[in-house]
């Protein structure tokens, strides 16, 4: 037998996260970082290379990020020294009317990336955001505010992708993104990858090793902001931000690696992980990592239209079922008993009673799960023709969701709707409390979008798989892309946009399925 779940400070998370406020921070900024020192620094390089982005935004505000890094792949190429930054907000794009501004720090030891959280502005606005650090100047970013708490909100135009491998394809996809008409864009796991394998496009990362130090992530990061694409849409657009695996590493489960690596080393490198994740997005004070822990659960509002609730699926998950004699990490397996061990855990059971209590809680009219992973059952065959089931996505864990899904069902919450990436192909679904039985009432509509460049799954076998898989009533793996949504009080509509070449960063983008779900009934309506 393996361990059993290990829950990571579970009982005093909350706790902790406040602590984390105060401590934290105030150790990292109070004790050594002078204005003298921060005032000095003065450049002839270009250190805004990873450009600019910004992130949950609140009725009064929003984060706004960048990071110093003149030499981006090389270790950032700044000094070991805390440097000043300016930033400013403004009504305009020119900067006419300047709004707010303020002197950050970019300290050394988060890389010399700055979150400023700015506050005090009107709800439901557009605002642009710019900074300059040592003689250079930022380019502008544009982000918005939400619609006060409970303020009736007309509408919500949303993008959510995942999964971007930088060698499996060019970011056409965030192309379009960026020009497209959303308030807000939902990165729903694998940031980067840790791991190398060539696609069909020349370009690789900066090293084909692993990641495993503070400084290897950081590189990776810097790596993939090297995409003008990528930028244009972090600049565009405030993101609301969470990981799967591959920002650590493939099929990790909260201390278990997939190489059974010790688990002490594994939440060392967990931790450099975690911390280059932070430092390279746009996220709030709350989630400023502490050692191997990151607190990246929490929730957003839209008015009283939307409320997301942005869950973490890794930190904090018992191992993967069932791996006895295999590989770690995730597996297909048969007859897989453990799948329905009442221990077993994918959220923690703080981050489980904290999604309740936020959806008991929530006068939204939609309730979002922000989330990683397809949460819909999906049985493949072996070669002998009995069921199999994938053990690292919600498969492995079908006695938690199962249990989930009939507490949504008893909570009676206003429209909850899921959104998952991960496997890198588009899914619509209806989700039952028994999947097994199709007359089992739906009590969610779900929507996976495919990989911005990651490789797609096989589609002719999986198709083959669909009809014993009846809640499932779209696939789609072989384009790239993103998923749309426009949320009405009456209506939300998901449309799947693909590309036609992932090889081409100019390559055109269409419409490749449409669904609609009518507030009030879970089921999926082909547009
Ligand atoms: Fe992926
Ligand atoms: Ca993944």
Known sequence: MRQPPRLFRDATLDSLARRRCLIGLSAIFASTVTPAAAAEWKTQDDPFTLGVASGDPSADGFVIWTRLAPRPTEGGGMPELPVGVDWTVAADEAHTRVLRRGRATADPRLGHAVHVEVEGLDPDRWYWYRFTAGGAASPTGRTRTSPAPGAQAARLRFAFASCQHYEHGLFGAYRHMAQDDLDLVLHLGDYIYEGSSAGKVARRHETKEEPVT???????????????????????????????????????????????????????????????????LPLRRASLPRGPDMLLYRRLAFGDLATFHVLDNRQYRSDQPCGEGRRGGGNMVPNCGARFDPLATLWGNAQEKWLDDGLAGSRSRWNILAQSLMMAQLTYRDAVGQPVHWTDGWDGYAAPRARFLARLAAAKVA????????????????????????????????????????????????????????????????QRGYARCEVTPSRWQTG???IADAADDQSAIRTVASFVVESGRPDLNRD
């Not at 902001?225 to 695996?245: C, E, G, I, K, Y």
């Not at 899921?418 to 009590?443: K, M, Y």
């Not at 009809?467 to 499932?472: F, G, I, T, Y």
């Open 214 to 280: 503070l400084a290897q992530y950081r590189n990776r990061y810097a790596c993939y902001r090297s995409d003008p694409h990528l930028r244009a849409a972090h600049r565009n657009f405030p993101w609301v931000v969470t990981w799967d695996d591959h920002e650590v590493e493939n099929d990790y489960a909260a201390d278990q690696s997939q190489n059974r690596d010790d688990p002490k080393w594994f939440l060392q490198r967990r931790a450099a992980a975690y911390q280059a994740y932070y430092e390279h």
């Open 415 to 478: 429209n909850p709707v899921t959104i998952g990436g991960d496997i890198h192909s588009f899914w619509a679904n209806e989700l039952r409390q028994d999947f097994d039985d199709p007359r089992s009432p739906v009590v969610m509509p779900e929507f996976v979008g495919t990989s911005i460049s990651s490789r797609g799954i096989p589609y002719e076998s999986t198709m083959k798989v669909l009809p014993a898989n009846p809640h499932v009533r779209f696939f789609e793996s072989r």
């Open 496 to 498: 799947f946009l693909g």
